[in-house]
C-alpha cells in the first residue's frame, strides 16, 4: 500500500461475503492502526504497564487481576469495577456480560457515566472501538480516567505512536500516516489543573521541584491543621513530624471518617521499623481507599524526603481539600 495512494477498489466488490471484513469499519469510512514499529517503542510499553498496574491496583479489593489493557476490558466489566471506585456510580447491570449484545450494552452505559465526568470535548474512543479491544481507543480512554481521577499517578510523558489512517470508500482506500500523542510532554502528572495547590513557578517541568515550592508546602500544611484541629494536633513541620507515620494514619482517620485501632500501630514508636510499619499502614490504607501514590515507598516518607511526603499529602488534598 503506498502511503496517501489509492487501492484499486475490486477486492471489496465481494465485502459482503468476506467474514473478516468488518461491516460497521466499512460504513464508518476511516479506522486507525497503530504502526508495528511504534507497538515497539519502550515508552508505549511503560504506559501499558503503568495503567495496568493502576486498574489492578485500584480493584484489588474487589479481587479483579486484569492481564492485558488490550484483551480484558472489552466486556465493560472492568471500566464498571472502576467508573463506582473513583465517581461512586453504581449502575444496575449484570456483572458478567456474556453476549457480545449484552457487552455492548453494558459498555453504553458505562461509557455514558465515564464521558459525563471525563468531560473531553473530543473522546478518541466510543463503545465499538472498546469492544473490538481497539488498542488507541482503549489507551485514550485509561489516560483520560487516570488523569481525571488520579492525576497524582505519573504516567510516562510524551508518549506517542505512528498510527495508520485508512479512509474507505466505494473507489478504494486512501491512506495516511499520522502521529498520535497519548501524553503530553509539557503536562505534569500532579498538576493537571491549577488550584491554590497549583500556584506554582511555570519555569520548571518537574514535578518534584514545583511540589517542593515553599507555596505549596503551606498550602498543605494549612490543609493538615485545619482537619487535625478537632483532636488537638498541630503540625509546623511537614517533613519531620510525619516520618513516623502516627499524625498521617491520624490525618487519614480523619478525613475518611473511621477509627484505627491503636493496636494497628505504635502510637509512640520508638525505632525505624515502628515508623516503617505506621507509614507502610498508612500507604496501604491509601491504596485501599483508591488513592494510589505512585513512586513513593514507606522508606521515603521515615527518612524526611520532602517529595515523597508531599506526594502523600497531596493525593489526601485532592480529595478532601482540592
Known amino acids: 500500500m503506498d502511503r496517501g495512494g489509492a487501492m484499486e477498489a475490486d477486492p471489496f466488490h465481494n465485502a459482503k461475503e468476506d467474514e473478516h471484513m468488518d461491516a460497521q469499519t466499512f460504513k464508518a469510512g476511516k479506522m486507525k492502526m497503530i504502526q508495528p514499529d511504534s507497538l515497539k517503542d519502550p515508552k508505549l510499553d511503560k504506559l501499558k504497564e503503568v495503567l495496568l498496574g493502576w486498574i489492578n491496583e485500584s480493584l484489588k479489593a474487589e479481587h479483579i ?83 481525571r481521577f488520579q492525576p ?20 478504494g482506500i486512501q491512506s495516511d500516516v499520522q502521529t498520535e500523542v497519548l501524553t503530553e510532554d509539557s503536562s505534569s502528572p500532579l498538576f ?11 519555569t520548571t517541568d518537574d514535578p518534584m521541584e514545583q511540589l517542593m515550592d515553599m507555596e505549596v508546602k503551606q498550602t498543605m500544611l494549612n490543609f493538615v491543621n485545619k482537619t487535625m484541629a478537632g483532636v488537638g494536633l498541630q503540625v509546623s513541620d511537614l517533613d519531620q513530624q510525619f516520618s513516623d507515620g502516627v499524625i498521617l494514619l491520624l490525618l487519614i482517620g480523619q478525613l475518611e471518617g473511621f477509627f484505627i485501632p491503636l493496636s494497628d500501630f505504635r502510637l509512640t514508636p520508638d525505632s525505624h521499623e515502628h515508623m516503617l510499619h505506621n507509614v507502610s499502614l498508612a500507604l496501604s490504607l491509601l491504596a485501599d481507599l483508591g488513592l494510589q501514590v505512585s513512586a513513593v515507598q514507606a522508606q521515603d516518607v521515615v527518612s524526611q524526603d520532602v517529595a515523597g511526603t508531599l506526594k502523600v499529602l497531596y493525593a489526601l488534598f485532592r480529595k478532601h481539600g482540592g
Not at 160 to 171: A, D, H, N
Not at 196 to 201: C, G, I, K, M
Open 152 to 171: 497524582e499517578v505519573e504516567l510516562p510523558s510524551n508518549v506517542k505512536v505512528q498510527v495508520v489512517v485508512l479512509e474507505v470508500s466505494r473507489t
Open 192 to 202: 493537571p489543573r491549577r488550584d491554590n495547590a497549583q500556584e506554582v513557578s511555570d
Open 65 to 147: 487481576v486484569v492481564q492485558s489493557v488490550e484483551e480484558d476490558l472489552y466486556d465493560g466489566l472492568v471500566l464498571h469495577h472502576l467508573l463506582a471506585r473513583f465517581a461512586g456510580v453504581h449502575l444496575t447491570l449484570e456483572e458478567m456480560a456474556l453476549t457480545a449484545s449484552a457487552q455492548i450494552r453494558k459498555l453504553e452505559a458505562v461509557l455514558e457515566e465515564l464521558e459525563k465526568r471525563l468531560e473531553q470535548q473530543d473522546t478518541k474512543w466510543d463503545v465499538s472501538l472498546i469492544h473490538k479491544k481497539d488498542l488507541l481507543a482503549t489507551l485514550h480512554l485509561l489516560v483520560a480516567m487516570v488523569t
